[in-house]
Structure formats: C-alpha cells, structure tokens
C-alpha cells in the first residue's frame, strides 16, 4: 500500500538525506527539478520536495529509488490534491504489490503528486517512490533488473 510521509517525519527524511548527499560526493551527483525524476532514478530531495539530489549511481547512499511515472488519468483541470492522492494511492500499491514480498522487505511504497502550480505548467504525472521503512538511506537498487 501506498503511504504519504507525514509532513514532519518527511522533512527529517529529506533533511538527513540531503545533508548526506552533500557530505558524500557532491560532484558525483546533480539536482535536477523534483518533476524531471524518471524511472529507476535514485536521489535524495529538499524539504519543499521541489529539488531532487540524483545519486551518481543508486549504489551511492540515497533516501528514494523512483519505482514508477504514470500520467494521471484525471483529465486536464486540476483535479485537487485529495483526488491525486487516491489516485496515486492505488497506481502504487498496484506497483508496490506487483515487486513481490521478497523484494519489498524492509520498505515502503511513497508518492509524489503535481501541485496545482506544476499542473497548470503541464506536469501531469504521478511519481511512485520506494523508500526503506525506517527512513534510513538505501545503496543499490531496489528494482528488478530489466525495469
């Protein structure tokens, strides 16, 4: 099942992580615009979750591998953000559900939805997230190979 981080717990996640990101490496990794992720993409973010920290490769330390992009099906007017979260809920416990057990162990399914202002500017698309359960950084992929 698909979870959102509570506002607080979130930001002390994002924080940690983007503190280690910059002490580990930082010219090994690049931020990118937090609407920009693509599949398979792992990174670390900022509290107002608008820039991702890429990970030069997931086997650097990193808080999110990003499991899955899908547009929403929701039509073109913004159809707030309680409609995207159940929306998104579904796409990525779907998701989540088809790793299987083994390979979810130890993790938990996240989102990320457009905001009404990334909305108007064309982002329509749903972000599934797989982070580890207990906020702690990942190293290596969490993806099945071929993803």
């Not at 938990?108 to 698309?125: F, I, Q």
Request: a negative charge; aromatic letters at 4%; proline letters at 5%.
């Amino acid at each position: 099942m698909a979870h959102r981080i509570p506002a607080s717990l979130l930001t002390a996640f994002l924080v940690g992580g983007a503190l280690a990101a910059c002490a580990s490496s930082p010219e090994l990794s690049r931020a990118v615009p937090i609407t920009e992720l693509g599949v398979g993409d792992c990174f670390s973010s900022d509290a107002e979750l608008t820039v991702a920290t890429l990970a030069a490769s997931c086997e650097t330390p990193h808080l999110y591998e990003v499991m899955s992009t899908t547009p929403s099906a929701l039509g073109e007017v913004y159809p707030g953000e309680e409609a995207l979260v159940a929306e998104a809920d579904a796409v990525c416990s779907a998701g989540f559900e088809g790793l299987g057990r083994d390979a979810v162990a130890g993790l938990v399914a996240l989102h990320l939805v457009p905001s009404e202002a990334s909305w108007t500017n064309g982002d329509r698309d749903i972000a599934c997230l797989l982070a580890a359960s207990d906020g702690t950084e990942l190293t290596g992929s969490r993806l099945p190979t071929g993803s």
